[in-house]
């Protein structure tokens, strides 16, 4: 019952009219004794007395109530500074004897003060201006100059990130404070069927949190750039630039591989991790630096590396002055690919060392090994197109970095070398059509040749037809020069039909060089 404050002459003015009562009920009762008896209004007065005595009781503090109300609020701090997890809230009020109404109450307090504290830090992250940076900002001493002074400001700034990063942790930590979907709720108080007002609170909460994460998301993005802010401010559009070029995730990905392997200070250990792994064709070291650096691979080279001789393939020795020391045999130590076996066997191997270190680009050398295959298809009698399309596709990668599994970007390549190759057999096909002309003059003027070599084969042609001899090594021909060239002439060609080959892989090119050797 909650009691009611009277005034302090209700007792009085009640207890003076029971004497009156209670003499006429004493004669009609045959009370005796000189007392009267009590009366109904007696009653009533008693029951006022101890209202009265209620009244005054509640007046006075109860100090157990008091020291409850304490411990409460005792709690609520610790969950807020963060001595006590959100958690350990809920049992901790019960343990003090709180009903579930009771909690939901300090629930309520709890999750209002977060949400002042949250307000509160945004907006002082809002009036927070360029003003109170500089003002945060130690003043440069004087005398400082050049590099000294270079120091002292990048030293300023690394504090003042710092200084960042821990408001921004401090904020984040609060945010995720919170009790989530009602700490109460957990416990099953505090949630009724008709909805929950406080999800409103909840919600605003959520967004709140969402734009500090994406806020922090762009600190770190712009923190990512590896040029330095002294660089970015002398010159801004760098930084456009540098948002350009890793436009692509699947391209910033190798980039910042690259970097992390360039960063090593001892590369040789690097180098030995790759080494010891067990991939089919065993891959020098100087190859592995290449691919480390996501540099050219010479597939000539490779190529002559799958077939031993390893130790040959070394470093050249820095001499200085820009030149470097190198032995003899390391000039000529490369292999011709001429077939699509041989290309398929070397790019096997340069794919399986690329993908050990670039992990990412396993599709997309697979993707681009079928843009090679559909060329080889397309021209089954002239593979060096397809590998002469490869080589120039890898050097392109080398200048600028792109997605090598991407066909346009291989259509002017691609186009050239198809236009070389019908040039080629084009050519063929006239010198074998107007020597059979010829009477049988020449060594393939017969019809009988022409059949036997079939359209699109390789022969020799007549001396109207053939290269300029000047342009074409010869010994290379007969595998008797290396790369490169000692006399600078082209490899590559038949000095006798011009095709993709050398004289003496063919029977009948290697026969008429001869031929003309003797004669």
């Not at 009265?52 to 157990?64: F, G, I, L, R, T």
Request: proline share 6%.
């Amino acid at each position: 019952m909650v009691a009611t404050r009277r005034g302090p002459n209700a007792g009085p003015a009640a207890g003076g009219g029971a004497p009156a009562a209670g003499g006429g009920n004493a004669n009609a009762g045959g009370g005796g004794g000189g007392s009267p008896p009590r009366s109904d209004h007696d009653g009533d007065d008693d029951d006022d007395d101890d209202e009265d005595e209620d009244e005054d009781e509640d007046d006075d503090p109860d100090p157990n109530h008091q020291t409850l109300l304490e411990q409460c609020e005792g709690y609520l701090d610790r969950v807020i500074s963060g001595e006590l997890a959100p958690a350990d809230f809920i049992p901790a009020l019960v343990e003090l004897g709180l009903d579930a109404t009771d909690i939901e109450h300090w629930v309520d307090e709890l999750e209002g003060r977060q949400r002042a504290l949250l307000e509160a830090a945004r907006g002082r992250g809002r009036a927070r201006g360029p003003e109170d940076e500089d003002a945060d900002r130690p003043p440069t001493p004087e005398g400082l100059e050049g590099e000294d002074l270079e120091r002292f400001r990048a030293e300023r700034d690394r504090a003042r990130g710092r200084r960042a990063r821990t408001q921004a942790e401090a904020v984040e930590l609060m945010a995720r404070r919170r009790l989530a979907e009602r700490v109460g709720r957990m416990f099953g108080v505090g949630k009724d069927d008709g909805g929950d007002d406080g999800d409103v609170g909840n919600l605003e909460l959520d967004k709140f949190m969402d734009s500090l994460l994406q806020e922090q998301e762009r600190r770190r993005e712009r923190s990512s750039s590896t040029l330095s802010p002294a660089l970015l401010a002398g010159a801004p559009h760098l930084a456009d630039l540098a948002k350009q070029a890793v436009s692509n995730p699947h391209i910033e990905r190798t980039i910042r591989l690259r970097r992390l392997f360039a960063s090593e200070k001892n590369s040789d250990n690097l180098v030995d991790v790759f080494q010891a792994q067990p991939l089919a064709e065993p891959l020098p070291r100087a190859i592995w630096k290449l691919i480390i650096n996501d540099d050219y691979v010479d597939f000539k080279k490779l190529h002559a590396a799958l077939d031993g001789g390893h130790e040959l393939y070394e470093d050249a020795k820095d001499f200085g002055g820009g030149y470097a020391l190198v032995k003899k045999e390391q000039l000529g130590k490369a292999k011709e690919i001429r077939t699509e076996t041989e290309w398929y066997r070397v790019f096997g191997a340069w794919r399986a060392g690329v993908v050990a270190a670039y992990p990412h680009r396993a599709s997309e050398l697979d993707g681009y090994r079928v843009i090679i295959e559909r060329l080889f298809r397309a021209l089954p009698h002239f593979p060096t197109a397809g590998i002469n399309v490869d080589a120039d596709a890898r050097r392109n990668y080398a200048k600028g970095r792109f997605r090598m599994d991407e066909r346009p970007a291989h259509d002017e390549t691609i186009l050239v070398h198809m236009f070389d190759a019908s040039r080629r057999a084009g050519g063929s096909s006239g010198g074998n059509g107007g020597s059979s002309s010829g009477g049988g003059a020449s060594h393939v003027g017969s019809g009988a040749n022409k059949r036997a070599l079939g359209p699109g084969s390789v022969g020799p042609l007549p001396p109207s037809k053939r290269p300029t001899l000047g342009t074409i090594c010869r010994n290379w021909n007969l595998g008797l020069c290396g790369e490169p060239c000692v006399g600078q002439r082209r490899h590559g060609l038949c000095i006798e039909c011009g095709g993709g080959h050398k004289a003496r892989d063919v029977e009948a090119c290697g026969a008429a060089l001869a031929a003309r050797k003797r004669a």
